[in-house]
């Protein structure tokens, strides 16, 4: 009998060359694609197509775009994260969910082997490697183009030697679509001086006339937009449809990646950044001064954990825990105002808004205290540098 054998399916070149190889080879192998959202419906009948060119005995697309929200990307929203203040971690997130898909699936149709298609110098192979591993660390996992150390030209002739020609050479650029952003390689990303062109990017700029959104958020979910409720991730494809065609979200990540080695990628992602930012200044309104000042470390460490791997680790339920009891009040409506290229928040309106003016407003005629209780407040809170300076100078 054939050895079974699931590979994690993109229908790129890489997996494209694996799934034929690996069939030449003797595998029984089944393709998995895990959509995580930014695949249309014709999209994914194109993959499915195409991947029985390849050989496979079968193929499966598991639908995960909930699934991707409830377990990570609501996380992503309560912590604000963003990876060195730039990346919403479009891309590494998504990756630990296919995982967990695809080694789940493996599992239940009695699957020995699994395979993916990642080379050996990006952080691809930590995430699918150590989720595989953990899970089930019975199953063998087989990597041909990190072994065998192919290039992209390599891996084109190998395919048209097979038969197999889908204009790989056309594709200038290396796009990862998903509900939490797209990202983009190229030449570019390669050097540390050069700027991605604006065709490297999918969205193009359509709208050029402002445009004011609101976004409704309930204990830190967005619930709304526009005042028409979905669900959250219904809500985030939405109003990436709506901004996306102000070219919004462009940017470039510089960071560490998981082996150690500096990396550059494009990406956009509009719904992403606008839903963080625009949450963010909500929580500005509604949390505490120590809520806001713990949520920014305890956020950072969730979100290099994800990037690193590191989903499985019980820390990250504890994080997750605390992240979403500081939601409790979050909750109101954000205005924010598109524009081409970027994008405004103009303010929200909470029942939890702790900005009241009975309390007093900032730099103006005080109303919750005496002058003699201020001089008193400030004597004391300085009394300790005054100290200081007092015994040491």
């Not at 296919?98 to 789940?104: N, P, S, T, V």
């Not at 995430?127 to 063998?140: C, K, N, V």
């Not at 990202?183 to 193009?204: C, F, I, M, Q, R």
Request: net charge negative; with cysteine.
């Amino acid at each position: 009998m054939k050895k079974k054998l699931v590979i994690a399916y993109s229908g790129g070149l890489d997996t494209s060359y694996c799934a034929v190889s690996l069939t030449k080879a003797g595998y029984d192998v089944h393709a998995v694609s895990v959509n995580t959202g930014g695949f249309s419906e014709e999209e994914i009948k194109t993959i499915e197509s195409n991947a029985y060119k390849m050989g496979v005995s079968t193929y499966k697309n598991i639908d995960a775009v909930a699934t991707f929200y409830n377990k990570v990307v609501k996380y992503l929203i309560f912590g604000n994260v963003l990876k060195n203040n730039t990346y919403p971690l479009s891309v590494s997130a998504e990756r630990i969910v296919q995982a967990i898909e695809i080694i789940e699936y493996a599992k239940n149709i009695d699957a020995k082997y699994i395979a993916h298609g990642s080379t050996g110098a990006g952080n691809d192979q930590v995430r699918f490697d150590m989720i595989f591993q953990i899970l089930a660390p019975e199953i063998q996992i087989i990597t041909p183009i990190r072994d065998n150390k192919l290039s992209r030209q390599e891996e084109i002739a190998y395919l048209k030697e097979n038969g197999i020609d889908l204009n790989w050479e056309k594709a200038k650029y290396s796009i990862n679509k998903g509900l939490w952003g797209t990202s983009v390689g190229g030449d570019e990303t390669l050097t540390s001086d050069k700027p991605l062109p604006e065709e490297a990017y999918p969205s193009k700029l359509q709208e050029t006339t402002s445009q004011k959104v609101k976004l409704t958020f309930s204990k830190g979910e967005l619930v709304a937009l526009n005042g028409k409720e979905n669900a959250p991730e219904k809500n985030i494809e939405l109003l990436n449809d709506i901004a996306s065609k102000y070219a919004i979200g462009r940017d470039i990540h510089v960071g560490d990646t998981i082996v150690g080695i500096k990396g550059r990628v494009g990406f956009e992602a509009s719904a992403a950044l606008i839903t963080i930012k625009a949450h963010h200044l909500l929580e500005k309104h509604t949390l505490t001064k120590w809520q806001l000042q713990h949520k920014d470390y305890m956020s950072n460490f969730y979100g290099m954990h994800l990037h690193e791997g590191q989903y499985l680790d019980p820390v990250m339920r504890d994080i997750e825990a605390f992240l979403e009891s500081s939601q409790a009040c979050v909750s109101g409506d954000i205005i924010i105002t598109l524009k081409p290229y970027h994008f405004s928040l103009d303010g929200i309106i909470s029942e939890h808004d702790l900005m009241k003016a009975k309390y007093g407003s900032y730099g103006e005629m005080n109303k919750a205290w005496t002058a003699d209780e201020a001089k008193g407040f400030i004597k004391i809170l300085g009394n300790q540098n005054k100290i200081h300076q007092q015994v040491n100078n």
